[in-house]
């Protein structure tokens, strides 16, 4: 008997020791569009949502989803909810840029959401953007053992040159007025640049891009825009899963390239990585 608790202490060490593993999604799920025919949200909202059910991530961040997209994943679902606004208004209205949690596994402590703009706490567009751009953050509790994480999600503007490049730096700004306390952190979404922008420059001197630090391990196509156009290369890679380089380790990462009858369920991939949270 003796033995065998001391065997379960050192278990319970080297789990803490080596921290707590979480699978993170972030999906452009394209927004509702009537002219996508036949790729509007009717015709593919069961396999996205059956996409999601198979990798089920413990958490993901979604963009451009409306209110009523964001209700069908959540009944689809079932495990999940979400936190978010929408950038229109600071409510139901226009695109959001939702986080989803599994609730069997993750308490959230705090959430919020702020603008890309010079006026960040209020509805407002930023600098050239052609439309209003948000970040949605959450303060995470691993029901597991309580320990603490972060998790932004966001989505830059399409046009503004300089309103994806100043987006970057006020999410970082964010980030450490957030974390005085230097938890593990996770930035999440469709950032409309190439890894070699200065708006990802900007983030990587900060983060680490997870595709990039599993090297040739990375599995999946190049990019991660598709235009829903199934039978051309994806090359643009404009998704990231952003880490802190310091306190997680990335064990896996993916883009998603599923398809059922010749056609993508968003005219994005999702991207998907395992990563390991070293909380002190």
């Known amino acids: 008997m003796k033995k065998y608790l001391i065997a379960l202490l050192l278990f ?15 999906y452009n799920i394209r927004y509702d569009n009537p002219n996508d025919k036949p790729n509007n949200w009717d015709n593919r909202k069961a396999f996205l949502i059956s996409q999601l059910q198979f990798y089920a991530p413990d958490v993901f961040g979604t963009q451009e989803g409306l209110v009523h997209q964001l209700k069908d994943i959540d009944q689809g679902l079932g495990d999940y909810t979400y936190v978010g606004i929408g950038r229109d208004h600071g409510d139901d209205r226009g695109e959001f840029s939702a986080l989803f949690y599994n609730t ?10 702020f603008w890309l703009s010079e006026t960040p706490d209020v509805p407002s567009k930023g600098w050239d953007a052609a439309l209003p751009r948000i970040c949605t953050y959450g303060l995470f509790e691993n029901k597991a053992d309580g320990s603490k994480f972060m998790v932004f999600n966001t989505h830059f503007d399409h046009v503004g040159v300089t309103a994806r490049a100043e987006s970057s730096k006020l999410i970082l700004k964010k980030m450490k007025e957030l974390n005085p306390n230097g938890l593990p952190v996770i930035l999440t979404g469709d950032f409309n640049l190439e890894s070699d ?8 001197g900060e ?3 997870t ?8 599995f999946g196509p190049n990019g991660t825009f598709n235009g829903f156009e199934f039978n051309k290369p994806v090359e643009r890679r404009i998704d990231y899963i952003f880490v802190s380089p310091n306190n997680v380790e990335v064990l896996k990462s993916a883009i998603l390239s599923d398809s059922k009858d010749c056609r993508y369920p968003s005219d994005h991939l999702p991207v998907f990585a395992r990563l390991r949270l070293v909380v002190p």
């Not at 922008?197 to 990587?204: A, E, F, N, P, T």
């Not at 595709?211 to 990375?218: I, L, P, Q, S, T």
């Open 12 to 26: 319970v060490v080297m789990v803490g020791a080596n921290g707590q593993t979480i699978d993170v999604i972030t």
């Open 211 to 218: 595709h990039v630090a599993v090297g040739k391990n990375a």
């Open 207 to 209: 983060m680490t891009d």
């Open 197 to 204: 922008s200065s708006g990802v420059q900007v983030i990587l």
């Open 104 to 113: 069997k596994k993750l308490n959230v402590l705090k959430h919020s959401t």
